[in-house]
Nanobody, 127 residues
Framework: QVQLVESGGGLVQAGGSLRLSCAVSGRTFNNYAMGWFRQAPGKEREFVAA????????YYADSVKGRFTISRDNNKNTVYLQMNSLKPEDTAVYYC????????????????????WGQGTQVTVSS
């Protein structure tokens, strides 16, 4: 089993930036594709960004493309989400997740492709 702990959330004004981190422990980190998801009150959890095991492939939701950047440091067992030009509609609890396939070379965009989740970190963007 793998454990994930997010950090870096907070309150920021529109147009500002935040960097989320997700520390992973328990199994070999670089065998996991990783993803970031978010969930706003009353809404379903939605895909934000994904990265392959090596970090060579990334994918973004259209709503964050060009503003958010996902990256990973396999030496530090950590995945990051750099969020720039934040908007009030980015307000949500952000979750990192590790894929269920372990050792796949792909990346994944569906909630069902992940079976290990962090506790979430709140991001609030004021207008």
């Amino acid at each position: 089993q793998v454990q994930l702990v997010e950090s870096g959330g907070g309150l920021v004004q529109a147009g500002g930036s935040l960097r989320l981190s997700c520390a992973v422990s328990g199994r070999t980190f670089n065998n996991y594709a990783m993803g970031w998801f978010r969930q706003a009150p009353g809404k379903e959890r939605e895909f934000v960004a994904a990265i392959s095991r090596s970090g060579g492939s990334t994918y973004y939701a259209d709503s964050v493309k060009g503003r958010f950047t996902i990256s990973r440091d396999n030496n530090k067992n950590t995945v990051y989400l750099q969020m720039n030009s934040l908007k009030p509609e980015d307000t949500a609890v952000y979750y990192c997740a590790a894929d269920r396939y372990y050792s796949s070379s792909a990346y994944y965009t569906k909630v069902s492709d992940y079976n290990s989740w962090g506790q979430g970190t709140q991001v609030t963007v004021s207008s």
